[in-house]
């Protein structure tokens, strides 16, 4: 995996410094940036909105004459273009400077656009971890942390829970191999820390309990 020019600082591709003895990667990936956009900036349901809009906008104007209707709705349509072409942007560039690793002790995430954060998470940090995956074979790895450890959403954002905002916990997100990824986790998590007993990150959509982790697929 080559790094891009401005993460050439990097010890090696996603870690600011190289790992201790006896620490070794077990995965490294990205986000899926076709997922991100449908998932995490909802492209295709404000697509399906802005369609509407116009069609409700072309029933208003029916019967003017043709420079009255034709102008108003390529305006609009030109308009909503420009808000999910922004949308879609975002999307790639927050999956292109993304990238998250597993080794046998913790998980890296490296994430932002303008300004890049590198999160290390140890296990010993984590108390739980979830997987929720999606109809078109992506998911999300959302793990919660232990104690009194906060990481502020707007820092995490988009790569956090939704709409988890008392408690920010990070999330890989819209990954392409979610399950396979979850399964790498499980199999280190376990194999550092045998003692704990399994735990449940509560949802309102319920994602089911982490450690082990298992799967839920999400309506979205």
Same mark, same amino acid.
């Given at each position: ?65 043709? *420079?009255? !209707?034709?102008?108003?709705? #390529?305006?609009?349509?030109?308009? /909503? &273009?420009? @808000?999910?072409? $922004?949308? +879609? ?22 994430? *932002?656009? !303008?300004?890049?954060?590198? #999160?290390?998470?140890?296990?010993? /940090? &984590?108390? @739980?971890?979830? $997987?929720? +995956? ?87």
């Amino acid at each position: 995996m080559k790094a891009h020019h401005e993460h050439e600082f990097e010890a090696a591709p996603g870690l600011p410094e190289k790992l201790p003895l006896g620490e070794s990667i077990l995965w490294q990936g990205a986000p899926s940036a076709r997922s991100l956009a449908v998932h995490v900036f909802h492209v295709r349901l404000l697509s399906g909105y802005f369609a509407a809009m116009l069609l409700v906008q072309g029933l208003y104007l029916a019967g003017e004459p043709g *420079g009255l !209707v034709f102008k108003p709705l #390529l305006w609009s349509l030109g308009a /909503a &273009l420009v @808000a999910l072409g $922004l949308l +879609t942007s975002v999307a790639w560039f927050a999956a292109r400077n993304a990238l998250y690793t597993i080794t046998n002790r913790r998980i890296v995430m490296r994430i *932002g656009i !303008v300004l890049t954060l590198t #999160l290390n998470l140890p296990f010993k /940090a &984590l108390s @739980a971890a979830a $997987l929720r +995956t999606y109809k078109d074979g992506s998911g999300d790895i959302v793990v919660d942390l232990a104690g009194n450890d906060r990481i502020g959403w707007a820092h995490l954002w988009p790569h956090a829970r939704p709409w988890a905002l008392q408690k920010p916990q990070p999330s890989m997100r819209c990954l392409p191999d979610a399950p396979k990824v979850a399964a790498i986790l499980q199999t280190a998590w376990l194999a550092s820390n045998p003692a704990m007993a399994p735990t449940r990150i509560q949802d309102s959509t319920p994602v089911q309990s982490p450690r082990p982790v298992s799967a839920h697929t999400a309506t979205a």
